[in-house]
């Protein structure tokens, strides 16, 4: 499509006799987050270091901003963002330091990556360690201050590889609200992430990858539904009416917790089907304590799809 921004076709790699990637396509539209997701050597990291140019395919065509990653690489340089899943930031400067190297190395005026400095070191918490040098910083302090530096410049493209691994949750929280941020002034955002709940959140689209090939492509609700089966748990409070549930539900039951005294069965999420169940219980003299409604989450996606180690 003509809005997309980042666009791969057909993409392979390979190293040696192991194909990480095996004829990928992607497209990511303006102004929008899509995430890649798959298990531990899906191939999600090679994408993301073709893409930003790092690596060469070994066939397909991708391009950015409409630069091809292969003919024009620095055009390509002069669009994008890279954070890793590692902090690439210089460890014997302060933070402070790295962000004025960053900004006029991206041309900024010295006025300007002055002033940029300062708003994104103060978005991203870190003001009050600014003059200490990064070689002190904890692990979630570098990996903010690696964001802050990528952002200095403004690129329109950025892909962020695994950023939000290791961070504690208020800084997670700080990273989804600065994606946001971005997407709605415009900025286009490719992640990897290994937090379903983060891709869930954010992405406007997710692409699937196991063994190197995309699995399944969509948004999140979208991939929900190819597991169709919603489930009503059911909780009673004593053994006994749990173990008459067992024999009438049973058949039916898609998991027991004999522990939690709980059933969950199929349902198509209406408050009909709902009804019509609790009144079985009801007719068969079977006191239910708690229902619980539950759909299907990515988590359970990402297992029914790869029935592999979430990455």
Known sequence: MVDDVVRATGIEKSYGRVKVLDGVDLSVAKGTVA???????????????ILSTLVRPDAGEATVAGHDVVREPDRVKQVISLTGQYAAVDELLTAEENMLMMGRLGRLGRVESRRRAAELLARLDLVDVRKRLVKTYSGGMRRRLDLAVSLITRPPVIFLDERTTGLDPRSRQTMWDIVSELVASGVTILLTTQYLE??????????????????AHGTAEELKSRLSNE???????????????VVDLGGSA????????????????????????????????????????QRPSLDDVFMSLTGGERS
Do not use: F, W
Request: glycine share 8%; charged share 30%; aromatic share 2%.
């Open 35 to 49: 995430a890649l997701l798959g298990p531990n050597g899906a191939g999600k990291t090679t994408m993301i270091r």
């Open 198 to 215: 983060e891709a869930d959140r954010l992405a406007d689209k997710i692409t699937l990858l196991d063994g190197g090939k995309v699995i």
């Open 231 to 245: 489930q009503v748990e059911l909780s009673y409070a004593d053994a006994e009416n749990y173990e008459k549930a």
């Open 254 to 293: 898609l998991h027991r917790d004999p522990q939690r005294r709980s059933l969950a069965v199929a349902t198509d999420g209406s408050a009909a089907q709902v009804r019509v169940l609790l009144d079985r219980m009801e007719e068969r003299g079977i006191a239910v304590a708690t229902i619980e409604l």
